[in-house]
């Protein structure tokens, strides 16, 4: 079936690094993506979005990539900290039921 | 107000009895999602409503699980005769309009003993 899921379960990187997340897609018709971090004991956190007209979006810290040619979708976050410690979620909307793939537990490490 | 109201935090039913979850929406938000997540990398979609119509139920089993929006009334998830496999944190989301993002709640645990 269609689904949306990311290529690895975790990810450790060192305090001040730069952090790679990732994701794949299947379904072609996908026009809108959406990156969210969870923390532990709480709800997923909206972190940035993109929509299929674009190929890249920047806000602070955090640069979502989308390439549709191969269906990918990139977190990249900057200079990464503690508090960037959680667990990451793409999400496909548009269509009224917003799927989630597995996420990637992202450790920085001091 | 600007937050996801989801009550209660905890809930523990034996196995057998009927579980009650609610959720106030974003005032403004018109669609509601259900989700949920019973390993910590894992949702699961369940149901989702544009205002208070069913948009989406293709995630809901069925036999057990019903949901509602109602005007001027939290929404909700029932699950009657509850099983040790719906154990999980159920959370709600809503957004303003479909095709954008949703601001989650902090999500309903349950607990079936």
């Known amino acids: 079936g269609e689904s949306v899921g990311l290529h690895l379960p975790t990810l450790s990187v060192q305090e001040g690094d730069n952090s790679i997340i990732n994701c794949a897609y299947s379904n072609s018709a996908s026009d809108y993506f959406i990156w969210y971090k969870q923390e532990s004991g709480k709800g997923p956190q909206f972190i940035i979005d993109?929509?299929?007209?674009?190929d890249k979006r920047q806000g602070q810290r955090v640069t979502v990539l989308l390439n549709k040619t191969v269906k990918h979708l990139s977190l990249q976050i900057a200079a990464t900290q503690p508090g960037d410690s959680a667990v990451y979620f793409c999400a496909e909307n548009g269509r009224g039921d917003m799927r989630f793939g597995a996420g990637t537990r992202l450790t920085v490490k001091p | 107000g600007e937050e996801v109201a989801q009550t209660p935090k905890h809930l523990v039913r034996g196995e057998g009895q009927k579980a009650k979850l609610y959720c106030a929406p974003i005032k403004g938000h018109s669609y509601v999602f259900w989700y949920q997540q019973v390993l910590k990398n894992e949702f699961k979609f369940l149901i989702s409503?544009?205002?208070?119509?069913?948009?989406?139920e293709t995630g809901m089993p069925k036999e057990r699980f019903s949901a509602k929006c109602l005007p001027n009334s939290p929404c909700s998830l029932e699950i009657q005769a509850t099983k040790l496999e719906d154990s999980a944190v159920y959370f709600c989301?809503?957004?303003?309009?479909?095709?954008?993002?949703?601001?989650f709640g902090s999500g309903t645990r349950l607990t079936v003993v």
């Open positions: 409503f544009q205002n208070e119509n069913v948009f989406d």
């Open positions: 989301a809503s957004s303003q309009w479909q095709g954008r993002w949703a601001t």
């Open positions: 993109i929509r299929s007209n674009m």
